[in-house]
Nanobody, 122 residues
Framework: QVQLVESGGGLVQAGGSLRLSCAASGRTLSAYAMGWFRQAPGKEREFVAGIAWDTDKYYPDSVKGRFTISRDNAKNTVYLQMDSLKPEDTAVYYC????????????????WGQGTQVTVSS
C-alpha cells in the first residue's frame, strides 16, 4: 500500500505560482509512475501531469509550459510547480501512483491522495 498526502495548495492571484507536494509513505515511490489530476466543481477529473519511474514526463496542452512535475526519490515526494496560473486552473488537485509508466486515465491509478485546493483569483 502507498499512502499519498498532498500539500501546498492555497489562494493565489492570476499570474502567480504555487508548488504542490505529494509525500508518500508505506512504500518507496521510485518504482511508481506518478500523476497529478485536478477536478473543478461540476467538471470531470482532468490529467495535468505525469512522470514515469524513469522520469519521462508528459503534460497536456492545457498546462504545457506552465506546469512542471518532478520527483525526489530520496524524499519520497513528487512535486507540481505551477506558474503563470489562470483562474481556470482553480480546482482540487490530486496526486496518484501506479506501476511503472504514467497514464492520462485516472482509472489506471491504484493509489490516490486526499487532494489540495488551488484557487486562482482574477
Amino acid at each position: 500500500q502507498v499512502q499519498l498526502v498532498e500539500s501546498g495548495g492555497g489562494l493565489v492571484q492570476a499570474g502567480g505560482s504555487l508548488r504542490l507536494s505529494c509525500a508518500a509513505s508505506g512504500r518507496t515511490l521510485s518504482a511508481y509512475a506518478m500523476g497529478w489530476f485536478r477536478q473543478a466543481p461540476g467538471k470531470e477529473r482532468e490529467f495535468v501531469a505525469g512522470i514515469a519511474w524513469d522520469t519521462d514526463k508528459y503534460y497536456p496542452d492545457s498546462v504545457k509550459g506552465r506546469f512542471t512535475i518532478s520527483r525526489d526519490n530520496a524524499k519520497n515526494t513528487v512535486y507540481l510547480q505551477m506558474d503563470s496560473l489562470k483562474p481556470e486552473d482553480t480546482a482540487v488537485y490530486y496526486c496518484a501512483a501506479r506501476n511503472f509508466h504514467y497514464s492520462t486515465n485516472g482509472g489506471d491509478y491504484a493509489f490516490w491522495g486526499q487532494g489540495t485546493q488551488v484557487t486562482v483569483s482574477s
